[in-house]
């Protein structure tokens, strides 16, 4: 039994190593072997959702500044969290995605490295984007502040978006969990709630992974 209704997220320790993370790419394993053999109907979804997501991805950069495969970054990005956000809804997994040290990991690093990049290559440009136009000159050193604390803290806003939405709906998911008992007059109801709910995060985290991987490249495009 839990003594607590956030012990769900706490990875298990075994031989000094919190093998639940490892759920993070369990899940390429667990995946059908004709997968990756033959052409199967999960890798045409698979790849349909990829050449969808590059479509929508390239719209968003301007071709200016930007080399081919650009969204190869947002596309596995996009994978990676779907992944792990719909593998936590079944029973007896780690739900990785619901930790700052999963989604932080993920966002610092590729937000650092657009930075770096953007302010090595287009400093001008960078300085730029600190005043807006029409701004007053008496307002240009607090708007230079404004815009830097934004950019610094959009990873940590991304992260905890989607670490907010995963815990809340896990925890309204246990709730549902411990209210249902087979010998009341309302199981069924409950039981039909908990199955649309079911449904209903499966579609959030589908939400959630596609919002992430969006903002990212929106973060990153809106400098070009």
Same mark, same amino acid.
């Given at each position: ?22 759920? &993070? ?17 999960? @890798?045409?979804?698979?790849? #349909? ?19 081919? /495969?650009?969204?190869?970054?947002? %596309?596995?990005?996009?994978? #990676? ?40 290559? #287009?400093?001008? &440009? ?26 610094? %803290?959009?990873? #940590? ?16 998911? &246990?709730?549902? /969990? @411990? ?5 009341? @007059?309302?199981?069924?109801? %409950?039981?039909?709630?908990? &199955? ?29």
């Amino acid at each position: 039994m839990m003594m607590s209704m956030f012990s769900m997220f706490d990875p298990t320790a075994m031989f000094n190593l919190q093998i639940n993370w490892f759920m &993070t790419y369990l899940v390429l394993f667990l995946l059908p072997t004709l997968y990756w053999k033959s052409y199967s109907r999960s @890798n045409k979804i698979l790849q #349909l959702i990829m050449i969808l997501l590059h479509k929508e991805f390239n719209s968003l950069f301007l071709n200016k500044f930007t080399m081919k /495969g650009a969204t190869l970054i947002s %596309i596995s990005l996009f994978l #990676l969290i779907m992944t792990n956000n719909i593998s936590s809804n079944f029973p007896y997994t780690f739900c990785s995605s619901a930790h700052l040290s999963f989604s932080l990991a993920i966002s610092i690093p590729i937000w650092m490295s657009i930075i770096l990049f953007y302010w090595l290559n #287009l400093t001008n &440009t960078m300085l730029a984007h600190l005043v807006p136009n029409g701004t007053p000159s008496i307002l240009m050193p607090l708007m230079v502040m404004i815009e830097l604390t934004s950019n610094i %803290i959009r990873p #940590l806003a991304l992260s905890v978006r989607l670490t907010a939405n995963l815990i809340a709906g896990h925890l309204l998911m &246990t709730l549902l /969990g @411990n209210t249902f008992n087979i010998n009341s @007059n309302f199981w069924i109801v %409950i039981l039909i709630i908990q &199955t649309l709910f079911l449904l209903f995060e499966i579609m959030v985290a589908l939400i959630q992974s596609y919002v992430f991987s969006v903002l990212m490249t929106l973060y990153s495009s809106e400098i070009t």
